[in-house]
């Protein structure tokens, strides 16, 4: 049955008082934009890309010089550039206040806390950066870290692009290949690592994968101390020093920023290792911070001291997304560990404690919550609680509804929608519009947004790909080791000339509003997390029990489980030992999240005549779904073992 009422509709005197609706104004009188509704806004700013753009530089207060350019060959999708004479540095940006009062409050497992001023965050910045100046880190280098969501972690990353040096990350949960196969393309300069990590209730020595990385990457290592024994880590590696060695040359002092182009690399982030390993995405400083500041301030409408939390490790997108909060004043909120360790009120306890005015988090930890019987709304103070936010897979219907029924009535509930890609979102909440059951609001300002079909076109009321027509500020700059722009090429617009293919398939609503059914290509995407299957299979295909193996998401209980298929070595039987051996190695190999929920042994597995490996026919039969171009099977027959599979009833 459809709803015939939204969910949540936001109060006139909130619309009027919300940050969008003052931008709505401040460009309605500069640039004549209309004000009548935020779809006729949104029109504007996909059709006007250079007085809006221009528009957030001024509005939001970026630090820098614009230069007299915003966009040139803004018709050419690959060949756009976004001020291509501006001057700017992330971290300065960053960096936006000064004072005693928090700029990040912190919350781990083993009742770890801790509180940092922004006069305490500038000035260990400060130090960072003159150690990293006395390491010989220069403008492009790139650091990598393989760390825990701790303010250490932010004020490593700003030192880094305080002098325009590249940041890479990742959680520690991933294992030693997994790291390697990301930081060892990007040739880095600098290794730095925790010694240590609690994750439900349990430490984590991370000292073995940590030499075994440092001495493969072979470059200078930083120990960060955080649940572990620092000192002896940093002693018995070439050439390592704990965090606290590092800086203690260096008192603090006045910050210095190096100017840099727009387009200057910032971050390097890792595409899910699908089809090999994983893709090294490179994004600018200048993209990245508009489309945050866009994204904070007018959609989330965060002001500068409220609280914004966002559930998220180093290695996913929304930790560079969160931390962003900072250019706008806003105090972050970081966790790290379980979200349900001691007991699945630790979030709650966080928010009701620090008055989290944004809540972030997965659409996994929505439905678990609500299937765990807690009411938080009956136990938890959540007065500040304006905004919510849910992404890494859609959002249920079911919880959208428990989100107002067991959370808190009056919130704003904002699915979004974006990824690793575009370090960013392409649909997402809007303040002046009603929530709708299952629908995400609309797309992101001055982001050319469609649903097309197989033939290129767009369509309503029909399921097609997610599609972005127009250049916009956070797309890539390049792939890592893609001189000739290929790897970039295919990833985006072989689908579509000169128009960015997302690979999600999406429907438009009734209102105006996205419901995303899912991916479109490979990746698994279990609670949330986006993972490849080539990870799982540099595992377990070691084993010798093993012969080979295929890997994909079943869509079950509003979400996607990971189902591992194993063709198994001559006189080999998959029983429970065999099973756990697998997961096993593919928990310690790659990370806990990689694990399959179910483990099946057959016969064959159908590949193209080439020799690969056919998913996505897999993952087709599997759903009851046709499977198209059989003829490019070697072995076509081998796809009727994947059907009806009992096991995959349960």
């Not at 390491?135 to 825990?148: K, N, Y």
């Not at 659409?363 to 009411?375: C, E, P, Q």
Request: glycine share 8%; proline share 7%; hydrophobic share 40%.
């Amino acid at each position: 049955m459809t709803l015939v009422k939204p969910l949540w509709s936001p109060p006139r005197e909130q619309i009027e008082k919300s940050p969008l609706w003052a931008f709505m104004s401040w460009c309605r009188e500069r640039y004549g934009s209309p004000q009548s509704n935020s779809d006729d806004f949104h029109r504007w700013s996909v059709d006007a890309p250079e007085e809006f753009w221009r528009a957030i530089w001024t509005f939001c207060g970026v630090k820098g010089e614009p230069g007299a350019q915003v966009l040139v060959n803004g018709d050419d999708m690959l060949a756009a550039r976004f001020f291509p004479e501006a001057r700017l540095n992330f971290a300065e940006n960053l960096l936006s206040r000064r004072g005693r009062e928090d700029a990040i409050v912190f919350w781990g497992e083993d009742k770890a806390r801790g509180r940092w001023s922004w006069d305490r965050l500038r000035a260990e910045v400060s130090r960072m950066q003159q150690a990293m100046q006395a390491a010989g880190i220069r403008q492009g280098d790139r650091i990598v870290a393989m760390m825990p969501n701790v303010p250490e972690t932010v004020a490593l990353m700003l030192a880094a692009a305080s002098l325009g040096a590249v940041w890479s990350s990742c959680s520690p949960d991933f294992g030693e290949q997994g790291v390697l196969d990301r930081f060892g393309q990007i040739e880095p300069s600098l290794f730095i690592a925790c010694d240590g990590y609690w994750y439900n209730g349990k430490l984590q020595d991370v000292s073995d994968k940590v030499r075994a990385v440092a001495s493969v990457l072979a470059v200078p290592v930083v120990i960060v101390p955080y649940a572990g024994d620092a000192p002896a880590l940093a002693a018995s590696l070439a050439d390592a020093r704990t965090l606290p060695d590092f800086i203690a040359p260096f008192p603090a002092r006045e910050l210095e920023f190096l100017p840099l182009p727009f387009s200057h690399p910032l971050y390097i982030l890792f595409s899910s290792g699908t089809t090999g390993v994983p893709k090294c995405i490179v994004h600018s400083a200048g993209g990245t911070l508009l489309q945050h500041l866009k994204e904070h301030r007018l959609h989330c409408g965060i002001e500068p001291g409220e609280k914004l939390f966002y559930f998220t490790t180093c290695g996913w997108m929304m930790w560079n997304w969160l931390v962003s909060g900072l250019a706008v004043g806003a105090t972050l909120c970081l966790f790290d560990g379980s979200p349900f360790a001691p007991d699945a009120t630790v979030l709650f306890d966080y928010a009701q404690e620090e008055g989290f005015a944004v809540f972030g988090t997965s659409a996994k930890y929505i439905d678990a919550v609500r299937k765990s019987g807690i009411v938080p709304r009956e136990t938890h103070g959540l007065s500040p609680l304006r905004l919510m936010t849910s992404t890494g897979s859609p959002l249920s219907p079911e919880g959208f509804s428990f989100v107002y029924e067991g959370i808190k009535p009056d919130v704003h509930l904002a699915s979004i929608s974006g990824g690793t890609d575009i370090v960013s979102c392409f649909v997402l909440g809007n303040p002046l519009k009603p929530v709708w059951r299952g629908e995400i609001q609309g797309p992101g300002l001055a982001l050319a947004v469609d649903v097309w079909n197989d033939e290129g076109q767009p369509v309503r009321g029909e399921k097609g790909e997610l599609v972005c027509t127009r250049p916009f500020p956070s797309m890539p700059i390049m792939f890592w080791n893609d001189p000739q722009g290929e790897k970039y090429r295919a990833a985006y617009f072989d689908r579509f000339p000169n128009v960015w293919c997302h690979g999600d398939f999406a429907e438009w609503t009734e209102h105006g509003g996205i419901v995303i059914h899912g991916r479109s290509d490979a990746t698994l995407n279990p609670g949330g997390v986006r993972i490849g299957t080539a990870e799982i299979y540099n595992q377990v295909e070691q084993l010798p029990e093993v012969a080979e193996a295929i890997c994909i998401g079943q869509d079950w209980d509003g979400d996607v489980r990971v189902v591992l298929f194993v063709r198994l070595a001559p006189g080999v039987a998959l029983d429970d030992d065999l099973v756990k051996t697998i997961k096993s190695r593919i928990r310690t190999g790659a990370s806990p999240r990689h694990v399959p929920a179910k483990v099946i042994a057959v016969a064959d597995i159908p590949r193209t005549k080439s020799g690969k490996i056919v998913e996505l026919a897999v993952r087709d039969v599997v759903h009851g779904r046709p499977v198209k171009n059989k003829e490019a099977l070697a072995n076509p027959e081998a796809l009727e073992l994947f059907a009806g599979l009992e096991e995959l009833r349960i």
